[in-house]
């Protein structure tokens, strides 16, 4: 069973614009990941952040992470078309080693 | 290091038979997952094994999925006899446990593309 619901389900932008894609889960949490998905291609990791914090940036971007709501955020900035993919959040439920993926947001940016 | 290999990318057969795919993991990592992906239903957690041990099948849907690892550089998950329900991408990942506030961080596979007419 899926542990992740993600908001919006697409998102289509134009380059330059900001992307923000949401998830929210429903147990408590050891780490939340997200990861992207090229069309026909493995996923790839983006970026993880553990339970006790509350934001993270790698580059362009930004994650937030609220453990009383359940939720995390994915702010992709300054977008460019290569940023075109399907993004996943996932996590890893307390006291387990397993990883639970979302269903995840198409995103589209047009140049 | 050339990442996870998975063969074959894509496969088409006919209901009934056996497929089995295959699955090399990086060097070193001690984790290994196999997930499903469809539209329908996104990706599933089917079977995870940690040092080649099978941890948690909770998600292989039917007695007609199995898998193995025997030894650290090689898993297969078998579908004997497919059905056209089956037809989906499979991933298999593999990861490193750092610590239990990182596990988690996966490297898949490209996938293998399974038809079943």
């Known amino acids: 069973s899926q542990q992740g619901e993600e908001d919006p389900q697409a998102l289509s932008i134009q380059e330059g614009e900001n992307a923000t894609m949401n998830c929210s889960y429903k147990t408590s949490i050891n780490n939340l990941q997200w990861y992207r998905q090229n069309s026909g291609r493995g996923l790839v990791h983006l970026i993880l952040i553990r339970s006790n914090e509350r934001e993270k940036h790698s580059g362009r971007l930004r994650v937030t992470l609220d453990t009383s709501k359940k939720s995390s955020s994915l702010l992709i900035t300054a977008s460019r078309a290569a940023d075109t993919a399907s993004y996943f959040c996932a996590t890893v439920p307390y006291n387990t080693d397993k990883l639970i993926f979302g269903t995840g947001t198409r995103l589209q940016v047009f140049p | 290091d050339a990442g996870v290999i998975q063969s074959p990318r894509h496969e088409v057969t006919e209901m009934g038979q056996e497929v089995t795919l295959r699955c090399k993991p990086i060097s070193g990592h001690d984790y290994l997952f196999w997930y499903r992906q469809t539209m329908m239903r996104g990706l599933e957690l089917l079977i995870y094994?940690?040092?080649?041990?099978?941890?948690?099948d909770s998600g292989m849907p039917e007695d007609r999925f199995s898998a193995k690892m025997p030894n650290a550089s090689f898993s297969t998950l078998k579908i004997q006899p497919s059905e056209p329900r089956d037809s989906a991408v499979y991933f298999c990942?593999?990861?490193?446990?750092?610590?239990?506030?990182?596990?988690?961080?996966?490297?898949f596979g490209e996938g293998s593309r399974l038809t079943v007419l």
């Open positions: 094994f940690n040092n080649n041990v099978p941890i948690d």
């Open positions: 990942a593999s990861s490193l446990w750092t610590g239990a506030s990182n596990t988690g961080e996966l490297f």
